[in-house]
């Protein structure tokens, strides 16, 4: 009898951490900020993702198409863009 309760709390132990676990990869899924960066590289304008270290895959001829751009991908993930300086930010983490 004891060791039936204890395979019982074991097994709702584990239960509890793979369900935190998932709500935990699952949420930061979804309340991923993506801040961005203008960089020049050569005679074009990048997007750098501050959060994923990388560069988004579209070069820009000018600085404001770049930055329109990053304002329309944070607008279509729900979020508020602000340029500061030469990074579009989120308004809500300001």
Known sequence: ????KELKNLY???LIVIKDFINKIFLSNILLI?????KKVGKKYKLYNLH???FVNKEFNSRE???SAGK???KYRKEKPVLVG???LN????
């Open 1 to 4: 009898m004891c060791m039936y």
């Open 12 to 14: 709702r132990f584990s």
């Open 34 to 38: 993506m801040p961005y960066q203008i």
């Open 52 to 54: 994923k270290k990388v």
């Open 65 to 67: 198409s770049a930055i």
């Open 72 to 74: 329309n991908y944070m």
């Open 86 to 88: 030469n990074k579009i």
């Open 91 to 94: 308004k809500n983490k300001i």
